[in-house]
T-cell receptor, first 111, second 114 residues
């Protein structure tokens, strides 16, 4: 089993739709969680950190469920420009230098 | 401009010919990492460094070497490249602890080993 697993996708949605991605992690000691966005094999860029209480940034909401060991990303009112691959990232508690990425979920928003 | 730079951006080489991919950051970050990205496998961490002269293995270190002699530079060395090292490579940096810190990525190096 992979340490970090994401919904395989791809997700194809119409503009304006709400879409949610999940990401599960296996190490219960993991301490920090992130969502990154990657466009067409370019460098990943931070979308959101994920805090224990959940956090929102405009149309994007991230949630953390430690009991079930998953994080989620909700995109509301999706735009064409949201089309990308979304990567979840988990940093372990024991060594802050080590990061584990999920394989990514590809989202295509269509007119 | 704050950035992570990598060179070269594209490289085609042959099996066994030693190569170095350079990575430099101008943000005075303590942490630097190298990743490779392959279709269907996401980003996998090769090596990381928590400061000058402090490096450690990531998930896929075999066939690679790194060094951190200066804070800004973190070169990736392939002593004897093989075709299975054909991949897209990213360097990244971030500040030290606490854990909630963004990683900044370089633009990537697309390596082909024939």
């Amino acid at each position: 089993r992979k340490e970090v697993e994401q919904d395989p996708g791809p997700f194809n949605v119409p503009e304006g739709a709400t879409v949610a991605f999940n990401c599960t992690y296996s190490n219960s000691a993991s301490q920090s969680f992130f969502w990154y966005r990657q466009d067409c094999r370019k460098e990943p860029k931070l979308l959101m950190s994920v805090y224990s209480s959940g956090n929102e940034d405009g149309r994007f909401t991230a949630q953390l469920n430690r009991a079930s060991q998953y994080i989620s990303l909700l995109i509301r009112d999706s735009k064409l420009s949201d089309s990308a691959t979304y990567l979840c990232v988990v940093n372990k508690d024991t060594n802050a230098g080590k990061s584990t990425f999920g394989d990514g979920t590809t989202l295509t928003v269509k007119p | 401009e704050a950035q992570v730079t990598q060179n070269p951006r594209y490289l085609i080489t042959v099996t066994g010919k030693k190569l170095t991919v350079t990575c430099s950051q101008n943000m005075n970050h303590e942490y630097m990492s190298w990743y490779r990205q392959d279709p269907g496998l996401g980003l996998r961490q090769i090596y990381y460094s928590m400061n000058v002269e402090v490096t450690d293995k990531g998930d896929v270190p075999e066939g690679y070497k790194v060094s951190r002699k200066e804070k800004r530079n973190f070169p990736l060395i392939l002593e004897s490249p093989s075709p299975n090292q054909t991949s897209l490579y990213f360097c990244a940096s971030r500040t030290g602890a606490p854990l909630y810190n963004e990683q900044f990525f370089g633009p990537g190096t697309r390596l082909t080993v024939l």
